[in-house]
């Protein structure tokens, strides 16, 4: 979605009034496939310090191993990022840094081979590392030969209502799993010539209202995807344009909706108070008074209308105080935001 507001306001900067864009989804069947017999390499005992590491994996039941070369994405999260815990009148309760997240991001190349063979480049990876030493977790994305592939950390219940993180799966549609076995034997990827050579970064800001934060059975477990969400989106917009995103601000809302939006924050109400565009309005007018120096400023919710799972003021980019949009928790998230 971001992705189609810069094209829009390099193509259309003469727009003055804003523009109301859509992102819909349509169910298509996923399947996932573990991802086993991982293993990190890393120079330093504590990976959250490296510049570089490899991580390799096996894909269970498709005769492929997977190698990403990866170093530290240590732009993602901006020098003076912070993250803003609300209660649901929308005061605020906390400041926390981003210290528990430095050193978690990384970025790189994948390569393929089948087991016994050699490797061969394959496309690129975003991931963040959740844990490291002899049995790491990771989750993230892999684009292989043309193809994105979700890395997803899989969590357990136990008796006492605790989570814990059991194993990573990777997922995608049906047919698509079912091609993995050939990729070793498709070896071309995309040129790369021709590309801008500086390199920009575009400030945003997120914020979760409550239907999205009680999605999640952490704060921390919400804190990794949103943070993975846009290390993935930023690959697309180094591609594009050569502009890397960072995350500057961080505004968390309470899981308990109140019963009445507050004037201080009016998106943050259960999903009956109003469509997407109506929760788009909303959100618009909240950002007016917040940071201008973002580029942009994005809504996470869990309230989709029907199947739009994400809406825009394409128009609002000619106005620094007015870039908004809105996106609602799905699968492969990232693409929307994107």
């Not at 109003?274 to 929760?279: K, S, V």
Request: proline share 3%; hydrophobic share 40%.
């Amino acid at each position: 979605m971001f992705h189609r507001l810069v094209v829009s306001l390099l193509y259309a900067v003469l727009l003055i009034h804003p523009a109301i864009a859509h992102s819909t989804h349509a169910p298509r069947a996923e399947r996932a496939a573990r991802v086993k017999e991982i293993h990190l390499q890393t120079p330093s005992e504590d990976a959250r310090v490296a510049e570089q590491l490899n991580l390799t994996f096996v894909i269970d039941q498709h005769d492929v191993r997977v190698r990403l070369q990866l170093e530290a994405n240590r732009a993602i999260i901006w020098k003076d990022a912070h993250i803003h815990y609300l209660d649901s009148s929308g005061k605020l309760k906390e400041v926390e840094s981003f210290a528990d997240h430095q050193g978690r991001v990384f970025y790189g190349d994948a390569w393929v081979s089948s087991t016994n063979s050699s490797w061969h480049p394959a496309g690129r990876a975003r991931v963040y590392l959740i844990r490291d030493g002899d049995n790491p977790l990771f989750e993230g994305t892999v684009y292989l030969l043309s193809r994105y592939y979700e890395l997803k950390a899989v969590t357990a219940v136990d008796g006492l209502d605790n989570t814990s993180i059991t194993h990573v799966e990777i997922t995608a549609p049906d047919a698509v799993l079912d091609q993995l076995r050939d990729l070793p034997t498709r070896t071309h990827i995309g040129s790369t010539a021709g590309c801008p050579t500086s390199r920009r970064i575009a400030l945003i800001g997120l914020a979760t209202d409550c239907t999205f934060r009680d999605a999640f059975g952490s704060s921390e477990e919400m804190r990794r995807g949103l943070i993975g969400m846009v290390n993935a989106a930023s690959e697309v917009f180094e591609r594009t344009f050569n502009i890397s995103l960072a995350i500057r601000n961080l505004t968390i809302s309470d899981e308990a909706c109140p019963e009445h939006a507050s004037e201080t924050m009016p998106w943050n109400v259960q999903c009956s108070a109003g469509d997407i565009d109506w929760r788009l309005r909303q959100f618009a007018s909240w950002r007016e008074s917040q940071d201008a120096t973002n580029a942009y400023w994005t809504l996470m919710t869990n309230c989709p209308t029907n199947n739009v799972v994400g809406v825009s003021l394409i128009g609002g980019l000619c106005n620094i105080n007015q870039g908004a949009n809105v996106v609602a928790r799905t699968l492969n998230q990232w693409q929307v935001f994107a």
